[in-house]
T-cell receptor, first 116, second 115 residues
Framework: GAGVSQTPSNKVTEKGKYVELRCDPI?????LYWYRQSLGQGPEFLIY????????DSGLPNDRFFAVRPEGSVSTLKIQRTERGDSAVYLCASSPGLAGGIDEQFFGPGTRLTVL | AQSVAQPEDQVNVAEGNPLTVKCTYSVSGNPYLFWYVQYPNRGLQFLLK??????LVKGSYGFEAEFNKSQTSFHLKKPSALVSDSALYFCAVRDFFSGNTPLVFGKGTRLSVIA
């Protein structure tokens, strides 16, 4: 079946602009995660949704970052007033959301954000 | 707090030789441990996981990993490396008591298999 998809695959923007990154999870997966991966680093957690609600947003670096998942499926990560330091690959993952956290996460291909 | 250490940035191995990619972890409770592989311009792919039970876990593409509680390690292994195994490998952990929470990843180890 279809995996996790992310759009766009690449986004180039100018400092100070607003961007939206979209994630389509695997159908039926209730848990959705956003991570950010910088060059030479492992993915770093940003925010986690269980259904429509953000269960944990402790990884968002500041209030310029915001994410929504209004219908419990597609999610959008929004970044206001982008800075050059926001340049990274933004990864989305989904999982069935089984109790106890035993399920693995399925990752999308990522969106490479470049802020000039 | 949970953490993962992958002590080697790069591992080089000849094709046909056994390979090991090291991972150690730190959690306050019992760990759930995962290995992922990342090929260029692609997302992370799940390889295997340890939840409970047998300490030797078998996964995709002939990979396996051994959970060692006393050494807090979860090294990834393969008996005979292929050139196509060349990729970036990530170890990740989640604390059993944290439930369905985000994974904490290591920095990754780049595996290069030389023909």
């Amino acid at each position: 079946g279809a995996g996790v998809s992310q759009t766009p695959s690449n986004k180039v923007t100018e400092k100070g602009k607003y961007v939206e990154l979209r994630c389509d999870p695997i159908s039926g997966h209730t848990a959705l995660y956003w991570y950010r991966q910088s060059l030479g680093q492992g993915p770093e957690f940003l925010i986690y949704f269980q259904g429509t609600g953000a269960a944990d947003d402790s990884g968002l670096p500041n209030d310029r970052f915001f994410a929504v998942r209004p219908e419990g499926s597609v999610s959008t990560l929004k970044i206001q007033r982008t800075e050059r330091g926001d340049s990274a690959v933004y990864l989305c993952a989904s999982s069935p959301g089984l109790a106890g956290g035993i399920d693995e996460q399925f990752f999308g291909p990522g969106t490479r954000l470049t802020v000039l | 707090a949970q953490s993962v250490a992958q002590p080697e940035d790069q591992v080089n191995v000849a094709e046909g030789n056994p390979l090991t990619v090291k991972c150690t972890y730190s959690v306050s409770g019992n760990p759930y441990l995962f290995w992922y592989v990342q090929y260029p311009n692609r997302g992370l792919q799940f390889l295997l996981k340890y939840i409970t039970g047998d300490n030797l876990v078998k996964g995709s593409y002939g990979f396996e990993a051994e959970f060692n509680k006393s050494q807090t390690s979860f090294h990834l292994k393969k008996p005979s490396a292929l050139v196509s195994d060349s990729a970036l490998y990530f170890c990740a952990v989640r604390d059993f008591f944290s439930g369905n929470t985000p994974l904490v990843f290591g920095k990754g180890t780049r595996l290069s298999v030389i023909a």
